[in-house]
């Protein structure tokens, strides 16, 4: 095992400073490689190749540490959430306070997903950070990480919506910075992104037909 590490090609990440503008897309030749879900996805994408390419035939096949915790979710079946909210019911509670009543959460987004959202992204020519302070607007989350299979299906939308409509990645920053002061202002950015969305539906209707 030890020797596999030290063959594998070696990346050093640096957290992104305060005072730096954020860092969208891999660094090479020597500059620093900055810390982002984009550049994460692309590490990965890396390590994959030189297991296909190299590590596969030098040192066999990689050891069996169990599946990616965003691709291990599976729906809990009626009986299980059943015995679940027995044992919580049953349970002595003293003076502690249920923190879950027993129903599964949503499934987290899955790699795979979260790669496509990030080769949107980029195709559209947002900044990783745009897109960040418009999922936390409107799904209250900006760690793109964090989100739902179904969150990530709502951003993805918002983010084509956007782009079909030729909102530029300065314009859809400040849009999201105003809606970010006022009261309501992340249900008016959807509010406008769906109604973008239904114009470019309209659209392709009309040049269908």
Known sequence: IGRSIY???RRFLFAEESKRPPRDKLKRRGERLYLTDANELLLRE???RWLAEVGIAAFGEPLDHGPDQAEAVEE???EAVGAV???VDDAPTGGLRAVSDGSPQEAPATIHERRR???LIAAAGY????VKELAALTLGERLLDRLSARQLGELERMVSAAS???VDDATLAKRVQSATERA???EAVRRALDALARDGQQGDQRRAA
Request: aromatic share 4%.
């Open 46 to 48: 890396e390590y994959e």
């Open 127 to 130: 900044k990783e950070q745009t």
């Open 7 to 9: 063959a594998v090609p």
């Open 85 to 87: 909210a027995d044992v």
């Open 164 to 166: 079909n409509g030729a």
């Open 184 to 186: 309501g202002g992340g």
């Open 76 to 78: 809990e079946s009626d």
């Open 117 to 119: 959202l990030m080769a």
